[in-house]
């Protein structure tokens, strides 16, 4: 927003948030904190995961008139697997691969996968990572980003999915 016509303590702006949240850290938290589990000399304090935010895009390739696979079902399931691999530290193109070639019909080939990941670390900076092999966690363990600290995270909105005609010969 534009500051300079706005006056200090009058002027008003509306705003739309999007919030992300980690579900039941208050409850981890509560039973980590509680007496009967902690130690009696110390105190518990439970962080959330630091996210790394992932999309990613590829084509289908098929011959002329090849039946192509409905888009969103291949986009559920690479999603399902990316929020659930939990703390791996990398994430590899070819266990995208893996999942795709599931949904694939005879005479239809995935071509490279384009991913972009960023990190949002604890201070709020965004360490940008991209790559068409493997996404992997850097060590800066003094910002608190490792492998043992961050997740990967993947809406379907953020799976970019085309397709394109090849030329195949027929033999």
Do not use: W
């Amino acid at each position: 927003t534009d500051t300079t016509a706005l006056t200090a303590g009058v002027s008003t702006q509306s705003y739309t948030a999007a919030v992300r949240v980690m579900p039941g850290i208050a409850a981890v938290q509560t039973l980590a904190g509680s007496r009967d589990v902690r130690n009696y000399a110390g105190d518990v304090l439970v962080k959330a995961a630091v996210p790394c935010f992932l999309s990613l895009g590829f084509t289908l390739q098929g011959k002329m008139g090849a039946a192509l696979p409905d888009p969103d079902t291949i986009r559920v399931a690479i999603a399902k697997f990316v929020n659930n691999v939990g703390f791996v530290g990398r994430l590899n193109v070819s266990s995208l691969f893996d999942i795709i070639h599931n949904y694939l019909p005879e005479n239809v080939a995935c071509g490279s996968i384009d991913m972009l990941g960023q990190i949002r670390r604890p201070d709020g900076t965004i360490k940008p990572l991209r790559s068409s092999e493997a996404i992997v966690i850097p060590s800066e363990p003094d910002g608190m980003v490792t492998a043992r600290t961050t997740i990967f995270i993947l809406d379907v909105e953020d799976i970019a999915i085309s397709a394109e005609t090849v030329n195949i010969p027929e033999i």
